[in-house]
């Protein structure tokens, strides 16, 4: 791990040099939460916007309240981008896909 990067705390650059280190398995496990979690934030976030319950937005989308909170709560397990695609239409948004550069060996940057 790079001693130059910037951590939020000292708590979270310790837990991921013990937790996580150098196994690839584990920084692509990290990888995969990281990103449903920012899914999540953003799907509550969108909901919210639209000053929707889960149940109104479940209707809109054709889906269960349940999937929806799955969704919110990074618990999904289905086809991710399928729904994604489904929420942003009946909200009248696009999906934005990008790749950028990460540094794969130490992925946990403070963010602004």
Known sequence: ????????????????????????????SYQE??????????VYDLREHAALTQKQLA???GTTETVI????????EGDALSML??????????????FVTSTVSDPVEATP
């Open 1 to 28: 791990m790079m001693d130059d990067k910037q951590y939020s705390s000292d708590a979270l650059k310790w837990m991921y040099d013990e937790f996580i280190g150098n196994d690839p398995e584990r920084i692509a």
């Open 33 to 42: 939460e990281r990103i449903k979690a920012e899914i999540a934030r953003q």
């Open 59 to 61: 209707d809109l989308v």
């Open 69 to 76: 909170d799955d969704l919110e709560e990074a618990d999904y």
């Open 85 to 98: 695609v489904r929420i942003a239409t009946a909200l009248r948004k696009k999906i934005d896909v990008q």
